[in-house]
């Protein structure tokens, strides 16, 4: 089933002792699926490097293990060919192609901001698959920056509202995993 993650990552490669901050009761949780049968919500926060995009892979590792079909992708491309097909009149359709996905991860919330008719664009996606069909998030931003992403703090308030009414949160704190390697290695950071 499609999937077309950038890297493979694993929870069994996941160091829970380094990283303090996450209960594995939560992610262990998260593994038995039950959240993608109840078309609940994931939302991984924290800064660069903590292994947000780690867990969101490994998620979606477990989720196509269990045959069920999940697509990954990254919050700029997605939003980019969201308005693409907003322009060619065909938003409908895509939105309703990726609904083949019962799991949806749209990595690197936050990174790049969007402007007014990515928001639009997004906001559609999300309330069609709000109660349907669950999406896995990383963000660099915590909720309350939420609205400098979308510009529109309406739109950013009406997004975090269908997103949060079912969904398990992972905040995640520390050092970033990189850095802990190069240290490793003695080299000056
Ligand atoms: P983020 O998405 O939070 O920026 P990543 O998930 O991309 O961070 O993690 C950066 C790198 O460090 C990746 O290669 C990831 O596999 C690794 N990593 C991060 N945290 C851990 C951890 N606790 N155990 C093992 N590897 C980790």
Redesign the pocket.
Known sequence: KSAAFP?K?TLE????E??SSIDKKVIEDLATLRFVHNAENVV?L????????????ALGIEVAKAGISVYFTNSGNLIERLKLANREGILEKKLKGLMKFKVLII??MGYLPFDEEGAHCLFQLISRRYEKSSTIF?S?KSYGEWGEIFKDHVIAAAVLDRILHHCTTIN?KGE???LK?RKKQGIKT
């Open positions: 890297v990552k490669e996941f160091d829970f380094f990283q991984l924290g800064p660069p490097g903590v292994g947000k995009s780690h867990l969101a892979i990595d690197e990383t660099n995640i970033s995993y990189r390697e």
